[in-house]
């Protein structure tokens, strides 16, 4: 396991090999998150047993997020899930295996779930990442892996002690950069971002991967 993970709850590590050219498509199709209403978002969902090499994909889930650490109710959110050429391509294995390799989780009796997201911008919209806040995602952990970034201003993904005091980190992370939080430990959040001057619609193209049960008491 990762030494900065384990000490500070948080630790930033370079690029599994991906083929971006090869991945980049998956994002372009995409279907839109109905559930952001700013229609900003698209996305898909899927969880997978089994090893980085060989992914099991396991039978289709609601993605549940539980009310205990936000305040808010507990949200069931139905996504398509990840097309068959995403999760058997190599690169795809690549970042599940940095996850296991950082985290030390064991796919064989934890699932990693795995959110294909495109979040844009531009014509006069924000891109929001975060439009919850500073918030945890009641896993143990989570990683999140940048595939692209096209012509965004803005958009600093940042780890925070609590929900009132200042980031401890805060990054543009680039295309390749995995930021891994320990979701029990601290708490995260991202900047809205905007479009370059003279871009239309922007985007950011990232992989969310969470595992494990949170085991806070509060
Ligand atoms: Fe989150």
Same mark, same amino acid.
């Given at each position: 396991?990762?030494?900065?993970?384990?000490?500070?709850?948080?630790?930033?590590v370079d690029a599994p090999e991906i083929?971006r050219?090869?991945?980049?498509?998956? /994002?372009?199709?995409?279907?839109?998150?109905?559930?952001?209403?700013?229609?900003? &978002?698209?996305? &898909?969902?899927?969880?997978?047993?089994?090893?980085?090499?060989? !992914?099991?994909?396991? !039978?289709?889930?609601?993605?549940?997020? =539980?009310?205990?650490?936000?305040?808010?109710?507990?949200?069931?959110?139905?996504?398509?899930?990840?097309?068959?050429?995403?999760?058997?391509? !190599?690169? /795809?294995?690549n970042i %599940?295996?940095c996850?296991?390799?950082?985290?030390?989780?064991?796919?064989?009796? =934890?699932?990693?779930?795995?959110?294909?997201?495109?979040?844009?911008?531009?014509?006069?919209?924000?891109?929001?990442?975060?439009?919850?806040?500073?918030?945890?995602?009641?896993?143990?952990?989570?990683?999140?892996f940048v595939?692209? &970034?096209?012509?965004?201003?803005?958009?600093? =993904?940042?780890?925070?002690?609590?929900?009132?005091?200042?980031?401890?980190?805060?990054?543009?992370?680039p295309p390749g950069h995995f %930021?891994?939080?320990?979701?029990?430990?601290?708490?995260?959040?991202?900047? !809205?971002? =905007?479009?370059?001057?003279?871009?239309?619609?922007?985007?950011?193209?990232?992989?969310?991967?969470?595992?494990?049960?949170?085991?806070?008491?509060?």
């Open positions: 396991m990762n030494n900065e993970l384990k000490e500070q709850g948080y630790a930033v083929d050219q090869a991945l980049a498509e998956s /994002f372009d199709r995409l279907p839109t998150d109905v559930y952001l209403r700013s229609g900003t &978002r698209s996305r &898909r969902f899927s969880w997978f047993a089994g090893t980085p090499q060989s !992914p099991v994909k396991l !039978p289709h889930k609601l993605f549940y997020q =539980t009310a205990k650490y936000e305040g808010r109710p507990d949200i069931h959110r139905e996504f398509d899930e990840i097309d068959a050429s995403v999760y058997n391509h !190599p690169s /795809f294995q %599940l295996g996850f296991v390799r950082v985290t030390d989780v064991n796919m064989a009796n =934890t699932p990693i779930e795995v959110h294909q997201i495109r979040i844009r911008a531009g014509g006069g919209f924000d891109g929001n990442a975060s439009p919850e806040g500073v918030h945890r995602d009641g896993c143990h952990y989570l990683g999140v595939v692209d &970034r096209d012509g965004v201003e803005g958009g600093e =993904t940042s780890v925070h002690l609590n929900k009132t005091d200042g980031p401890i980190y805060s990054e543009i992370l %930021l891994f939080i320990d979701d029990e430990k601290v708490m995260h959040h991202a900047l !809205p971002m =905007t479009a370059k001057t003279g871009k239309k619609v922007v985007y950011w193209d990232i992989f969310v991967l969470t595992a494990g049960e949170h085991r806070r008491k509060e």
